[in-house]
């Protein structure tokens, strides 16, 4: 009798353990359902909640993307144009400016054009060329863009508008960057915008003199962003007429 005392109390344990492993796997099995029915944004919640408790730490958020890298051929073409302009005694005439999506090279009209025409003088070849030099080797786009001021156009000459003018202006400039400089077509675009953009007021004659420029703009080269091919479209389908 005593032997059979032993036994019975060693199936007990046994069916204890047991009884705790199958809770332990049903409370497991609950789990995992309960996690695959939380939205994306709540399992990563709840699994920091776990990390949590179990570690008694935070777990570390991944730090904010870093900046994109400055454009350092766009900058070292910023400042080697500044450069040069000034050794050319340009600088009263030009003015170079960047930002995160262009690098812009501000001419002056008396330099490239005579008033009211669009033909370039003899010295617009001079900044120019200095110009081609710098962006030639550059794989950028270029976008030459005409300003004029407010004042109507003569009947005498050859432009009805301003806008007119402008455009013929960024046109012959790109016709020598392409021509004589041997800048590729395919990176460059031109547009006039008459007096619609102007620096300041038109206000007075120093003004009007601001507002009559040519700019000269190297547009900044973005990561190109990965491309969602497009869904195919279905066949159409074909109906035998009646």
Do not use: C
């Not at 009798?1 to 109390?9: D, K, L, N, S």
């Not at 009947?155 to 012959?172: D, I």
């Not at 041997?182 to 003004?207: C, D, H, K, W």
């Amino acid at each position: 009798m005593h032997v059979q005392h032993e036994e019975e109390g060693e199936n007990a344990v046994w069916a204890i353990t047991y009884g705790d492993l199958m809770s332990y796997l049903m409370i497991f099995f609950l789990f995992v359902y309960a996690f695959e029915a939380q939205k994306p944004e709540q399992k990563i919640e709840l699994m920091q909640a776990i990390q949590e408790n179990f570690s008694g730490k935070k777990p570390q958020t991944a730090p904010p993307p870093a900046p994109p890298p400055p454009f350092e051929d766009e900058l070292a073409a910023a400042t080697e144009l500044e450069q040069k302009l000034r050794l050319a005694k340009l600088q009263d005439v030009a003015d170079v400016e960047s930002n995160d999506l262009v690098v812009r090279v501000t001419l002056k009209e008396r330099i490239l054009f005579p008033s009211g025409g669009a033909e370039l003088l003899p010295g617009a070849d001079k900044v120019l060329h200095e110009f081609a030099e710098v962006v030639r080797p550059m794989p950028n786009d270029l976008m030459v863009e005409g300003h004029t001021d407010d004042i109507r156009i003569s009947r005498k000459l050859s432009y009805k508008s301003n806008w007119e003018l402008s455009m013929a202006r960024s046109l012959n400039i790109i016709k020598y960057l392409v021509d004589i400089e041997g800048l590729s077509p395919t990176r460059l675009a031109g547009v006039g915008y008459g007096e619609f953009r102007p620096l300041v007021p038109n206000t007075s004659a120093a003004n009007r003199a601001q507002n009559r420029r040519i700019e000269l703009t190297i547009l900044r080269k973005r990561r190109k962003q990965a491309s969602v091919p497009k869904a195919a479209h279905p066949a159409p389908e074909h109906h035998s007429g009646h």
